[in-house]
């Protein structure tokens, strides 16, 4: 719940709001990086080539928030985690626009 609190406060000082459904699947993946933080585990998947699809906004509240929890584990951010994080960020901003 600490980290959860803490990626709270980085998506509301940056206006990202999430629909309810977005919002349980963003919390997911958190809750599944922290697990694998604890573990020690990395992503098994191959770069799929939608950082270039990533807006710069989504992609750096992103990394604050992968960065922020990565250093609570004493562990080396992924870019990975970062790209996925930042496309339901993405998503988020997009829906607020419309």
Known sequence: TDNAAEVEKILERNN????????????????????????????????????????????????????MLSEKYETEADDLEIILAAIQIQLALEFQNQ
């Open 16 to 67: 990202v709001v999430f629909t309810y459904e977005f919002k349980l699947v963003f919390y997911s993946h958190i809750i599944s990086f922290c697990q694998r933080l604890e573990t020690n585990e990395k992503l098994n998947v191959t770069n799929s080539g939608f950082e270039e699809e990533i807006s710069k906004d989504a992609y750096n509240i992103s990394s604050e928030i992968i960065k």
